[in-house]
Structures are given as C-alpha cells and as structure tokens.
C-alpha cells in the first residue's frame, strides 16, 4: 500500500518567514495530493490540493510543487502569520477516491509574532 | 449545506462497553469514510463506503469494531467492547466521487475516551 512520510514534524519561523513542508509517496499511481490544516481541537481542513498533471499550484501565500519522477511534493507558505500556527498533514491518494488518502504524520508549525 | 456531521462530539465510557459513533455525510456526497486520530498513529483510515456499500475496511483494527451504512445520509461506527486504547478522536468524511471535486470534508470528530 501506500507509505507518506512527512518532515519535518516540527517547525518553528519568525513571523514573516517562510516554511516549507516536505513529503514524500511510495506508491507511483498516486496522482491527487491534498494538503490540510488542522488547528488545535478541530477537524483537518484542505488548503490546497495539486494533481499529477502539474508540477506547481498557488493560492496567495500557500504553494503547493510536485515531483512525480522522483515521488515527492511540498508545501511552502510565505510571509507567515501567527493564525498560519497549526498542523500540518500531507496526503496522497488516487483521484476518484479523495477521502482514501494516506496521510503523513503531520508538522506542528508555530510562527512566533 | 452544514457539513459533516458527527455525533455524539465526545462520548467517555467504561471499558467493555458497547459505543456507537453516528455521521452525516454531505447531501449528494457518495463516499464516506472514517478516520482514527491519535498521538501515536495520527491519522489512520478505518473504512470506506462509496455508494453506501463497504469498499475497504481493511484499516479496522479487530473484530471489536464494525461500521454500517445503511443509506445515503447516515453511517454508523461501533466497538463492542471498548478497551482504553480505543480512546482517540474519530473523524468522519465525505467526498462527492468525480473527476472534477475531489476534496475530502471531515465532520467535527468525536473525541472518545474509554476509562
């Protein structure tokens, strides 16, 4: 099946900076890669998603690249926020089948104001 | 539309009872699936329904644990008996199965513990 590995598991950044978050799959049918946030006590929320016909996809600060060949995909938030704070899960899975996706163990990020 | 809905948000039993975990998926979603988030594991795929029939369950723990869907806006998540290492949050979620929308929209969880 499929194995996501995520790093790092935990982030700190100056407010302002940016973080990068990598992963990557094992399983090369693999072509939907959704990235959610989860803040404290709530449920995990998609910010962004990149399929395997792309190799780079942004919305404002979040961008999301992709490696097919070499299996691996990141995410990257510039000019972070301290409400940024939170964590962070990769995940990958086969198109048609979005809630089936393997997930990595997440990055607690914290952005220090 | 309100969302994935679960129910009850946090449920706290006593080892070897029976507890049932109940979800609402999206109107028109047609898969729905069931996560367990804990420290340890973080976040594990349980089972998965399209159509409301069962397609993998091949991330349920043991015996002790079954889901039904018996149709289209309601799915059940059960363990009899509970044992304290079941305690964790359970995630339900929905995704409307197209070429077009992929995204997975997860309820508020339910937050068990087992004493």
């Known amino acids: 099946g499929e194995n996501v590995e995520q790093h790092p598991s935990t982030l700190s950044v100056q407010e302002g900076d940016s973080a990068v978050i990598k992963c990557t799959y094992s399983?090369?049918?693999?072509?939907?890669f959704p990235w959610y946030k989860q803040e404290l006590g709530k449920r995990p929320q998609l910010i962004i998603d990149?399929?395997?016909?792309?190799g780079e996809k942004k919305d404002q600060r979040i961008a999301v690249t992709l490696n097919k060949t070499a299996k691996h995909f990141s995410l990257h938030i510039t000019e972070t926020q301290p409400e940024d704070s939170a964590v962070y899960f990769c995940?990958?899975?086969?198109?048609?089948?979005?809630?089936?996706?393997?997930f990595g163990d997440g990055t607690t990020l914290t952005v220090k104001p | 539309d309100a969302g994935v809905i679960q129910s009850p948000r946090h449920e706290v039993t006593e080892m070897g009872q029976e507890v049932t975990l109940r979800c609402k998926p999206i109107?028109?979603?047609?898969?729905l699936f069931w996560y367990r988030q804990t420290m340890m594991r973080g976040l594990e795929l349980l089972i998965y329904?399209?159509?409301?029939?069962?397609?993998?369950d091949s991330g349920m723990p043991e015996d002790r644990f079954s889901a039904k869907m018996p149709n289209a806006s309601f799915s059940t998540l059960k363990i009899q008996p509970s044992e304290p290492r079941d305690s964790a949050v359970y995630f339900c979620?929905?995704?409307?199965?197209?070429?077009?929308?992929?995204?997975?929209?997860f309820g508020q969880g339910t937050r068990l513990t087992v004493v």
């Open positions: 979620a929905s995704s409307l199965d197209s070429m077009m929308n992929t995204e997975a929209f």
């Open positions: 399983d090369s049918a693999s072509n939907y």
């Open positions: 990149i399929r395997s016909n792309v």
């Open positions: 995940a990958a899975s086969i198109q048609n089948n979005a809630g089936k996706s393997t």
């Open positions: 109107s028109g979603h047609n898969s």
């Open positions: 329904f399209n159509n409301n029939v069962p397609i993998d």
